[in-house]
């Protein structure tokens, strides 16, 4: 379990495998004492599993397995070696809980229509970003509801059929992917998980 707060932007070292199973070498500035084998990492919203830790100058380098789920839902068999991703790691009792409950299982993958400054001030500009998202999973996007983009936890500030639209402030930009982020880009996305267990109630009581 996540809370959709990036505390590190790593960068893929390496990427090996074909076909239903890449094996991606990450590198962090996490300590790698504190990174057991098996340990849950969400990257880029993505949650997987470290298969190996080495330790590195200024951090590790770990190892994860992407298999044929992972990558049909998700932007991650697009990675190359020097492509930034949020990191987070799992929840542990009594953290604080800042953003939302994320599982790290991606719903699917939503594309950046639009990117517009909306503020601009001494700390910096806020960007409002609007969105595409797939139309099975709409629905489940509120107004003032949260989303999971690339691993962070943002409110939806408004939705138009398929569109919804996210607002950075300067901090958020700064200290994850999205200040790299444009038009174009497709990004992974999980919807909220009440919205989602909400929706199928629904459905069951409907049949």
Not at 23 to 52: F, K
Not at 93 to 112: P, R, Y
Request: hydrophobic share 45%; glycine share 10%; with cysteine.
């Amino acid at each position: 379990m996540f809370t959709g707060l990036v505390s590190d932007v790593g960068t893929v070292a390496s990427v090996s495998g074909d076909g239903d199973l890449l094996r991606i070498a990450i590198r962090a500035s996490y300590d790698p004492a504190t990174i057991a084998l098996g340990a849950s990492i969400a990257c880029a919203g993505p949650c997987l599993t470290a298969v190996s830790v080495e330790p590195t100058a200024g951090g590790c380098v770990f190892a994860v397995d992407a298999a044929a789920e992972t990558l049909a839902r998700t932007t991650v068999g697009a990675w190359v070696a020097g492509t930034r991703i949020n990191l987070e790691r799992s929840l542990k009792i009594g953290d604080e809980l800042g953003g939302h409950l994320v599982t790290g299982h991606v719903d699917g993958v939503a594309e950046i229509v639009e990117r517009e400054t909306v503020t601009a001030d001494a700390w910096g500009a806020s960007e409002r970003f609007t969105l595409r998202a797939p139309a099975a999973l709409a629905k489940f996007i509120a107004e003032k509801g949260s989303v999971c983009l690339d691993g962070t936890s943002l409110t939806v500030n408004a939705v138009q059929g398929d569109l919804f639209s996210v607002l950075l402030i300067p901090h958020t930009l700064q200290v994850t992917t999205w200040g790299e982020r444009r038009q174009g880009d497709r990004l992974n996305l999980e919807v909220d998980l009440i919205a989602r267990y909400a929706a199928r109630l629904t459905e069951a009581r409907a049949g």
